[in-house]
């Protein structure tokens, strides 16, 4: 089985390398000077990364991010938050993902993530939901998201039935 959690980390990094070599391609204006050093430390992070160097190589691109906001670049990308960030992984992923998993596999997750959903958009259209079941759906479909993730079907698979649990404790078709 493929380090799925390495694939999302290497995701990350492959992310942030495009994020700022667009930026850096771009013609905005900005500080010449701030915007070389920049291309340095992305070229010295992709340089770690394909050295098998990825802590330095993350390292390196959370101080570009520091450096554009010392150096009031506005056109500068800004560190995304948690949650963005871990969408544009899965999203970088996905492909990555396709190319090691069992095809059996691939459909059963596929499966478990269309069942999440449908069930997932039923109970926050369901009215007269009140707060904490709201955010147990939140909760159970975060998990579950994150089991998919890591191309863990077992976990996944637990959290649709907690989910479809509340479903038919709601009254809504799972």
Avoid at 9 to 33: H, I, Q
Avoid at 95 to 117: C, K, M, N, Q, Y
Avoid at 169 to 174: D, F, Y
């Amino acid at each position: 089985m493929p380090d799925v959690y390495q694939i999302m980390r290497d995701a990350e990094l492959s992310k942030a390398f495009d994020v700022w070599s667009g930026y850096l391609n771009a013609r905005t204006g900005e500080d010449p000077e701030a915007r070389a050093r920049l291309r340095s430390a992305l070229d010295a992070a992709r340089e770690a990364a394909a050295a098998d160097d990825p802590a330095s190589a993350r390292a390196l691109v959370a101080e570009m991010y520091d450096a554009a906001r010392e150096a009031d670049l506005p056109w500068a990308p800004l560190p995304p938050d948690p949650c963005t960030a871990d969408r544009q992984a899965r999203d970088y992923a996905k492909d990555g993902l396709r190319e090691v998993l069992p095809i059996h596999l691939r459909d059963e997750l596929d499966t478990i993530a269309l069942f999440l959903s449908v069930t997932g958009r039923r109970l926050r259209a369901a009215p007269n939901l009140d707060t904490a079941t709201r955010r147990d759906i939140l909760y159970i479909t975060a998990r579950a998201g994150m089991a998919l993730d890591l191309a863990h079907p077992t976990a996944a698979r637990r959290e649709l039935e907690r989910l479809k649990a509340i479903a038919r404790r709601c009254g809504v078709e799972p």
